[in-house]
């Protein structure tokens, strides 16, 4: 018999891949956490009606993409292809309309399609995801984006690019897609034979095709963005202000489509130049209809999903990430061992990342240690009763009473 291999597709993560994947979820986490984003974890497998909801435009992923099966009881079930639809399954299934919204929710999972393999593409893959479930700000889609823009600067990954658009809603779109689908009718001629046999089934993809006189012909074709109205262009302008504001890059771009059916308004791509053909790192965007569609009260969402192979293939050294040290304490003077080894203990019971020096260094390699950490603040205990704090951001030092360094470091760090 010959050897039984991996399925096609799919890989084994060997220990070097487990720490590299180790240290980008510890960035996922310490990104998120940040932003008040808690982790959730669904099923690997779900009813297939989750995924084939039977409305909204003709999707690849709902077309050919899903591992469906019946299970002993004739019951079809699907093995993920995506995160959004189960967690949202899930925000319904446990009435978390019922909590401050918006509810902040992260995963790590792994996902199943049926799709050829390549570099970058895999039948089981990974993706980190964030979703904002019952908020319908651009303040909102900015956010989102503003986190996944930072965690691929945190884990170095190259060539990074942000392309952002807007769908407008699903009444916008609709109008839009009669428009095209005419002007694609009227232009057969300049068109591939593959473009015109999508045409019913997803115009917006004839902007992706690569040949060059369908190029050509698209050059004139109506954009949705042009399209946009009211609300629409108040929600996207924002979202630009916002991201401009921040000094983020972006490329407009109003051809960009995404493979699930359930986006409005908002949407973007990050792309890595070092990818070749699989160059999609993560992307998302706006979807306030898909809860109605899963059986829910209207509620607006957002959220993006960004693949960890195709990460780490841009980012193949992630930095370990740094444990934020809020307090360093220095000890000065003969009798400060005992009260230095206090504060810490007070430090951490409140929350604060708190060290303590251990080997004895001499005042100044103290304080130089303390900077080497990125301390945020450094305690000096001497011999007085009160404490040199000092701001390391700042520069400022402060006396206190001991009892006020932590409250005085929740303040600092909470106006920071
Ligand atoms: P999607 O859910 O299709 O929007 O994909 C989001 C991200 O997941 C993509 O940008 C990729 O990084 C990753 N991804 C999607 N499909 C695959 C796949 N078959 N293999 C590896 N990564 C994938």
Redesign the pocket.
């Known amino acids: 018999m010959s050897m039984i291999q991996a399925p096609r597709g799919t890989f084994d993560v060997l220990p070097p891949d487990a720490a590299r994947r180790a240290v980008l979820q510890s960035h996922a986490e310490r990104i998120l956490g940040a932003a008040g984003y808690r982790r959730i974890e669904t099923p690997t497998f779900e009813s297939t009606e989750l995924f084939a909801r039977g409305v909204g435009e003709a999707t690849d992923i709902v077309q050919k993409e899903m591992y469906s099966f019946d299970d002993d009881g004739g019951r079809s079930l699907t093995l993920r292809p995506?995160g959004t639809a189960p967690v949202c399954r899930a925000y319904l299934e446990h009435g978390m309309h019922k909590l401050p919204q918006p509810v902040k929710l992260w995963y790590l999972s792994s996902f199943f399609?049926t799709?050829a393999p390549q570099r970058?593409?895999?039948r089981q893959?990974w993706?980190v995801g964030a979703e904002a479930i019952g908020a319908a700000t651009p303040e909102t889609d900015a956010e989102l984006i503003m986190l996944l823009a930072e965690l691929l600067q945190a884990l170095g990954a190259k060539g990074i690019r942000l392309r952002l658009s807007s769908l407008g809603t699903p009444e916008t779109r609709a109008a839009y897609r009669d428009e095209l689908t005419s002007f694609l009718r009227a232009h057969e001629d300049g068109l591939a034979p593959e473009v015109v046999a999508r045409i019913d089934l997803n115009p917006m993809r004839a902007f992706d095709a690569g040949d060059a006189t369908t190029r050509e012909t698209m050059r004139d074709a109506p954009t949705l963005l042009e399209r946009l109205a009211g609300e629409d262009v108040e929600h996207f302008t924002r979202v630009r202000e916002l991201l401009d504001d921040q000094d983020l890059a972006y490329e407009l771009d109003p051809t960009l489509v995404?493979?699930?059916d359930y986006y409005t308004r908002t949407v973007y791509e990050f792309t890595s130049d070092t990818l070749g053909a699989q160059s999609?790192?993560?992307?998302g965007g706006r979807y306030d209809g898909l809860m109605e569609q899963l059986g829910g009260p209207a509620t607006p969402a957002s959220g993006w999903?960004?693949?960890i192979?195709?990460i780490l293939l841009a980012a193949p050294d992630p930095p370990i990430a740094p444990q934020p040290v809020d307090l360093f304490v220095v000890l000065a003077g003969p009798g400060a061992g005992r009260p230095g080894f206090g504060l810490v203990q007070a430090a951490r019971r409140a929350g604060l990342g708190a060290q303590l020096e251990l080997a004895g260094r001499s005042l100044k390699g103290q304080l130089r240690q303390g900077d080497r950490l990125g301390a945020r603040y450094v305690a000096i205990i001497g011999d007085e009763p009160l404490i040199s704090l000092k701001d390391m951001e700042s520069g400022e030092q402060i006396e206190v009473e001991p009892q006020t360094v932590v409250p005085t470091i929740l303040r600092g760090s909470r106006l920071a």
Request: aromatic share 10%; hydrophobic share 25%.
């Open positions: 995506e399609r799709e970058g593409r895999y893959f993706q995404r493979g699930l999609g790192v993560g992307g999903a960004a693949g192979e195709r």
